[in-house]
């Protein structure tokens, strides 16, 4: 009786909460026309052409050119550090490689 009440109150609650949604399209909330509308309305009133301002962009390629050489710098120093720890860890995986092969060997002696 109790599986019974309880799968009644599962789908009550299902039912319930499938009424209260709704199917509405949430793309046409936003559309072209109601957002760039709004700041079309809002420019209306600007007059003024908008010009290229020099000295905002002025020595912006030397700066991206000295950010790119550090990022690779830092890239190659990055890249030689994890070539250096896994060079470390095979030498560690050979050593135990050869630890076991030397234990299966005395094994193999105690069994013969």
Known sequence: ???LTSMLVAATATLALAACGSADDASTEATADTVEMPADAALESVTDEAV????AT?????TEAA???ATAEAAGDAAADIAA???AAAAEAEGAA???????DAAEDVID
Request: aromatic residues 0%; proline residues 0%.
């Open 1 to 3: 009786m109790k599986k």
């Open 58 to 62: 002025e020595g912006l390629e030397e």
């Open 67 to 69: 950010v790119d050489e």
């Open 98 to 104: 050869n630890a076991v092969g030397a234990a299966v």
């Open 52 to 55: 290229a301002d020099e000295a």
């Open 85 to 87: 720890q896994v060079e």
